[in-house]
């Protein structure tokens, strides 16, 4: 008996141990799982290029073909040279994409590029406009009429505005992809992408400051804030409008529940009058019956009254006859009586 006892409580006790070896596989495979789902998830959400955020290609063409429109037409007039075009940037169109193809380049090649810094970019830009200014150039955007340059600076100003959503978005995004970078969880693919379309941007920014000081000489420095200014002020405009409309919607609403509120009590209303008028019209009927219930019951009684007077009537009589006969045939019998 103690040695069946002994094997089967160490049965038992295999039988419990191999339970929670396989319970605590079973939940280190599922939370290998979920690690896993949660990395790849990571890498997936890393590896989408937020920063695809395509550059305002209309406001972009719009200016440059007006641009080009009104240097044509100077060069008509013979008041400027082909190489003045640009001759106060200091990142043309053909550097600027020369300059891309090249940080996308050297961000594919290296993996510890850190992100680039606007203040940096900025720096060089102050720098050229100071040496352009410096070789006493004067840029042909002044040569133009006030109209024509009223016109340029709308447009400028316009491609400026189309700029703001993606320095945003790109500025937000600058720090954590880097990280993410870092730790391995962003592809050097997404970030070298990333990497070229910041630096575009910055080129961009650049060209647009430029382009700012050439209209007017002290609208460069102040172009990209009254911008940004500009923008906040319409996405003010835009959350203004936008809780109007929803206040709007919410009044409708609210003037749609009255109605149907209203509606339904009319409809109660309604119901309860019927129903009144139904109550009524049966107190109506029942008093009616009980009006010809009695009137049938009166009917009765005057009957049964006539009946009774006729038949007292029929007893009178038959007594009047009956008394005249009854002496003849007494007098007879008496008369009959003497004679005998």
Same mark, same amino acid.
């Given at each position: 008996m103690d040695l069946s006892s002994v094997s089967v409580g160490w049965v038992c006790f295999f039988l419990l141990f191999a339970a929670a070896v396989g319970a605590a596989g079973y939940l280190l495979l599922q939370e290998g799982a979920k690690t896993r789902e949660r990395q790849q998830l990571l890498q997936e959400a890393a590896g989408e290029d937020n920063c695809s955020i395509d550059p305002p290609i209309k406001e972009i063409e719009e200016y440059e073909a007006a641009r080009q429109?009104?240097?044509?037409?100077?060069? @008509?007039? @013979? @008041?400027v040279t082909p190489e003045e075009e640009y001759a106060y940037a200091s990142n043309p169109p053909a550097a600027r994409s020369s300059s891309s193809s090249s940080s996308s380049s050297s961000c594919s090649s290296s993996h510890d590029n850190?992100?680039? =810094?606007?203040? %940096?970019?900025?720096?060089?830009?102050?720098? %050229? $406009? %100071? %040496? $352009?200014?410096?070789?006493?150039?004067?840029?042909? @955007?002044? &040569?133009?009429?006030?109209? =024509?340059?009223?016109?340029?600076?709308?447009? &400028?100003?316009?491609?400026?505005?189309?700029?703001?959503?993606?320095?945003?978005v790109v500025s937000a995004a600058a720090a954590a992809k880097y990280r993410l970078y870092r730790h391995g969880l962003l592809q050097q693919q997404a970030w070298a992408a990333f990497a070229a379309a910041q630096e575009e941007l910055n080129l961009e920014l650049e060209f647009i400051k430029e382009e700012a000081a050439a209209i007017e000489p002290s609208w460069g420095a102040t172009i990209l804030r009254d911008t940004v200014l500009l923008h906040r002020l319409g996405e003010t405009q835009k959350l203004r409008q936008k809780m109007q409309q929803q206040q709007m919607q919410q009044q409708q609403q609210q003037q749609q529940q009255q109605m149907q509120m209203q509606q339904q009590q009319m409809q109660q209303q309604q119901v309860q009058m019927q129903v009144q008028q139904q109550m009524q019209q049966q107190k109506v009927n029942q008093e009616q019956q009980k009006q010809q219930v009695v009137q049938r019951q009166q009917q009765q009684q005057q009957q049964q009254q006539q009946q009774q007077q006729q038949q007292q009537a029929a007893k009178h009589k038959g007594g009047k006859a009956e008394g005249p006969q009854t002496k003849q045939t007494n007098t007879k019998n008496n008369q009959n009586k003497k004679k005998q």
């Open positions: 429109q009104l240097f044509s037409l100077l060069l @008509q007039q @013979q @008041q850190k992100p680039p =810094d606007n203040n %940096s970019n900025s720096n060089n830009n102050n720098s %050229s $406009s %100071s %040496s $352009s200014s410096s070789t006493g150039l004067r840029p042909w @955007q002044q &040569l133009l009429l006030p109209e =024509d340059r009223k016109k340029l600076k709308l447009l &400028l100003m316009r491609r400026a505005l189309a700029n703001v959503p993606r320095w945003t």
